[in-house]
């Protein structure tokens, strides 16, 4: 039992020590994504309490370039394991500033979230995402609650359109957009922005 609280001791102080060191080293992220990973833009995401496991592999597949983007891309290229490791455990400590829904298309937006759409084959977000939006980490499906509107409304249309690449679990989501209207994924962005 000691041996195995000791583990425990051990790891939390690996965390901490390693979110500490992402600390030193998002300053650079900060112009985009705020000092503490709550971006004011709203075409950026907001990557306070993200999974650590979910963006360490969206660091690598911009430093991959399976995911393009002409800011992060670069951002990435030169990023360590330990870097991004160190950034991962930084923003996951950090708690996201939530946003809020508005009413006109709160029901359709609870509606494809929760229940997805028989008819046209639209999953619902619940079952990958969870009933709050925290994502799996184990998974890595990410935390969505919270998340901009503008940006996750693009980062659907971009796998509708193919613009953004679906490569191993994230396959699921262009299958999910390409069925979506853009009513729906206007609506369900909408509710995701002020889920909790």
Same mark, same amino acid.
């Given at each position: 039992?000691?041996?195995?609280?000791?583990?425990?001791?051990?790891?939390?102080?690996?965390?901490?020590?390693?979110?500490?060191?992402?600390?030193?080293?998002? $300053?650079?992220?900060?112009?985009?994504?705020?000092?503490?990973?709550?971006?004011?833009?709203?075409?950026?995401?907001?990557?306070?309490?993200?999974?650590?496991?979910?963006?360490?592999?969206?660091?690598?597949?911009?430093?991959?370039?399976?995911?393009?983007?002409?800011?992060?891309?670069?951002?990435?290229?030169?990023?360590?394991?330990?870097?991004?490791?160190?950034?991962?455990?930084?923003? $996951?400590?950090?708690?996201?500033?939530?946003?809020?829904?508005?009413?006109?298309?709160?029901?359709?937006?609870?509606?494809?979230?929760?229940?997805?759409?028989?008819?046209?084959?639209?999953?619902?977000?619940?079952?990958?995402?969870?009933?709050?939006?925290?994502?799996?980490?184990?998974?890595?499906?990410?935390?969505?609650?919270?998340?901009?509107?503008?940006?996750?409304?693009?980062?659907?249309?971009?796998?509708?359109?193919?613009?953004?690449?679906?490569?191993?679990?994230?396959?699921?989501?262009?299958?999910?957009?390409?069925?979506?209207?853009?009513?729906?994924?206007?609506?369900?962005?909408?509710?995701?922005?002020?889920?909790?």
């Amino acid at each position: 039992m000691k041996k195995h609280i000791f583990a425990i001791c051990i790891s939390i102080s690996s965390i901490a020590v390693m979110a500490d060191a992402g600390k030193d080293k998002s $300053a650079v992220c900060a112009a985009c994504h705020g000092a503490d990973g709550n971006s004011t833009n709203a075409l950026w995401p907001k990557l306070a309490g993200q999974h650590e496991s979910y963006i360490v592999q969206q660091l690598k597949n911009f430093q991959s370039d399976d995911r393009q983007d002409p800011s992060m891309s670069p951002q990435a290229a030169n990023l360590s394991e330990q870097d991004m490791l160190d950034l991962a455990a930084y923003f $996951a400590s950090e708690t996201i500033n939530g946003g809020s829904t508005s009413k006109d298309s709160l029901m359709l937006g609870q509606k494809i979230y929760r229940g997805g759409n028989k008819e046209t084959g639209v999953s619902a977000c619940i079952a990958c995402h969870g009933p709050s939006g925290k994502g799996n980490p184990a998974a890595k499906y990410p935390a969505i609650s919270g998340q901009h509107a503008a940006y996750a409304l693009k980062q659907l249309q971009d796998y509708k359109s193919g613009k953004r690449k679906a490569t191993g679990k994230a396959e699921i989501m262009r299958d999910i957009a390409i069925r979506m209207s853009e009513a729906e994924m206007q609506a369900v962005t909408n509710y995701i922005q002020g889920l909790y």
